[in-house]
């Protein structure tokens, strides 16, 4: 398993942006990395994955609005986050997906506010 670090998150105003990080202890070249975030009194979700190939998933809720990216050389995956809106606020959490071997960073927060 890697060991995997937010960053990034903060305080923004409706219609703003972020850019969340998540840096890995090791290589991710072959790793599928995803966020997913959890919100205020609800379950955690699954808002975007990219695969080992560069393959991009979005859910419903973000789609159009966050683009998700990754840098291997940096073992890097970014959160784009265009647009927000208070429905955005969460706990952002990275997932990294070895072959079935998951791991966990430890969130970052957002709050999207006026």
């Known amino acids: 398993q890697v060991q995997l670090v937010e960053s990034g998150g903060g305080v923004v105003q409706p219609g703003g942006s972020l850019r969340l990080s998540c840096t890995a202890s090791?290589?991710?070249?072959?790793?599928?990395m995803a966020w997913y975030r959890q919100a205020p009194g609800k379950a955690q979700a699954w808002i975007a994955s990219?695969?080992?190939?560069?393959?991009?998933r979005y859910s419903g809720a973000v789609k159009g609005r966050f683009t998700i990216s990754r840098d291997d050389a940096k073992n890097t995956v970014y959160l784009q986050m265009d647009n927000l809106n208070p429905e955005d606020t969460a706990v952002y959490y990275c997932?990294?997906?070895?072959?079935?071997?998951?791991?966990w960073g430890q969130g970052t927060q957002v709050n999207v506010s006026s």
């Open positions: 997932q990294a997906n070895y072959y079935a071997v998951i791991s």
């Open positions: 090791g290589s991710i070249t072959y790793t599928a």
């Open positions: 990219i695969s080992r190939d560069g393959d991009r």
